[in-house]
């Protein structure tokens, strides 16, 4: 479904990705973990045409989309929910999650039923259905990342970025955003998830890979990592 190799990319004169591979096949959840600065983030800009690779594959159904614009990536059927609370203030929340279904209706991707799909969102994510003629703007902080990833569900995509998802939030929004995943996972959406909570991010995938500047140091099946004593000591505070 999504298979990245030999990927880099950077920014000015910095590499921070030094030709990193990874797949996430269908219907799977796939974490990517590594401490502050390891070149998450980057990696999923990368993927998404954010930021422009320097070398390497970035495979979407077999398509090579390394450089294409974000939008076309969009397209293709790769939604990014990125990292902080990018939604648009002066739209309603409905407005809002219909223009996550934008680019369906462009692309040559089946354009599906746009409408069930935001009572499905609705659905899903509660605290939206409750605010849904509220302005963007005016949603606390969590409800705005919230809104972030119910947008990027609307896309219908293939794949689905989540970029750290829980940043910030009260931890009864932190559980609930976990039980989201938790039920995308059961729908079958395939997900490559960046976390800060490691624990609770392996707990929700099928597979991982540990980022350590901007190289995959360790992959391997989530449950494995889970008991690999280098990896919980470094980051998943050693119990
Ligand atoms: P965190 O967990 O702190 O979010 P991360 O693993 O997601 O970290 P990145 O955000 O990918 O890490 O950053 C990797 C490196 O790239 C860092 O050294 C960072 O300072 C640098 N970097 C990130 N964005 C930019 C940018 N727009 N311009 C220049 N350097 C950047």
């Given at each position: ?43 999923m800009r990368a993927i998404s045409g954010m930021v422009k690779p320097r070398a390497g594959s970035v495979r979407l ?179």
């Amino acid at each position: 479904m999504l298979k990245i190799d030999n990927l880099r990319a950077g920014y000015g004169g910095t590499d921070v990705l030094h030709g990193i591979s990874l797949d996430v096949p269908q219907g799977r959840v796939v974490s990517l973990i590594g401490s502050n600065g390891a070149g998450k983030t980057t990696t999923m800009r990368a993927i998404s045409g954010m930021v422009k690779p320097r070398a390497g594959s970035v495979r979407l159904n077999g398509v090579d989309v390394a450089g294409l614009d974000a939008y076309r990536v969009a397209r293709l059927g790769l939604a990014h929910s990125p990292e902080g609370r990018r939604v648009f203030p002066t739209l309603t929340v409905a407005d809002n999650l219909l223009l996550g279904a934008f680019p369906r209706l462009t692309g040559s991707r089946p354009r599906g039923d746009v409408q069930g799909d935001l009572a499905r969102a609705m659905e899903l994510f509660p605290r939206l259905m409750e605010r849904r003629l509220q302005l963007a703007g005016t949603l606390s902080g969590g409800e705005q990342q919230m809104l972030a990833m119910a947008r990027a569900v609307m896309l219908d995509p293939d794949v689905v970025l989540l970029d750290e998802p829980s940043m910030g939030l009260a931890p009864v929004l932190v559980d609930e955003v976990f039980r989201i995943i938790r039920r995308l996972r059961e729908r079958g959406t395939t997900m490559l998830l960046v976390e800060q909570f490691a624990a609770a991010a392996l707990e929700v995938s099928d597979y991982a890979y540990v980022l350590e500047n901007g190289r995959i140091a360790v992959h391997g099946p989530a449950e494995q990592l889970k008991h690999d004593p280098a990896v919980r000591a470094a980051y998943l505070g050693g119990v």
